[in-house]
C-alpha cells in the first residue's frame, strides 16, 4: 500500500494522493502525456506494476514490468514537452531522473513518446541518451 499522505515523488508541490495517486489508484486518466510521464515516474518510485503496465502501449510493452526493488527514484526534472495536450493524439517529454542504488548515483535522461488510444494516454517508447 501506498502512504498517499507523502509528497508526489513526480515533483509537484502537493500529496501522492491529490497528484498522481489519482491516476495510480485507477480513478482519473492523464489529460496530458506529461501528466501520464510524471505518475509513471510515480510508479516506478513507489514500486506500482500495475500502473505502468496499464499505461504502457500494447505494441510495445515487454512481459514484466515490474520495477527493480532495489534502484530507487529520488528526483525527476521535465527537460521538455512536443505536443502531448488534451487536444493532441501524441505527444513527446523529455526528462531527467535522478536514481541510487547500493551506494551509486545517476541519471537517467530520456525522450518519451506516448500516444492516445481510445482517449487514454499511453507510454510508447522512450530513447534514453
Known amino acids: ?3 498517499f499522505s507523502t509528497p508526489c515523488p513526480c515533483g509537484h508541490d502537493a500529496t501522492l494522493d491529490s497528484c498522481c495517486g489519482r491516476l495510480l489508484r485507477g480513478e482519473s486518466l492523464a489529460t496530458t502525456a ?10 516506478n518510485a513507489v514500486g506500482d506494476a500495475d500502473h505502468l503496465f496499464r499505461t504502457w502501449h500494447p505494441r510495445t ?15 525527476l526534472q521535465v527537460l521538455a514537452t512536443a505536443a502531448g495536450g488534451s487536444d493532441d493524439d501524441t505527444g513527446v517529454v523529455e526528462f531527467e531522473a535522478s536514481w541510487e542504488q547500493d551506494g551509486s548515483h545517476g541519471l537517467l535522461r ?9 482517449g487514454r494516454w499511453l507510454y510508447v517508447d522512450g530513447e534514453v541518451s
Open 34 to 43: 506529461e501528466e501520464l510521464m510524471r505518475s509513471r515516474y510515480t510508479a
Open 61 to 75: 510493452r515487454p512481459d514484466d514490468v515490474r520495477p527493480d526493488p532495489t534502484l530507487h527514484w529520488i528526483g
Open 1 to 3: 500500500m501506498h502512504a
Open 110 to 118: 530520456e525522450r518519451s513518446t506516448f500516444a492516445r488510444r481510445a
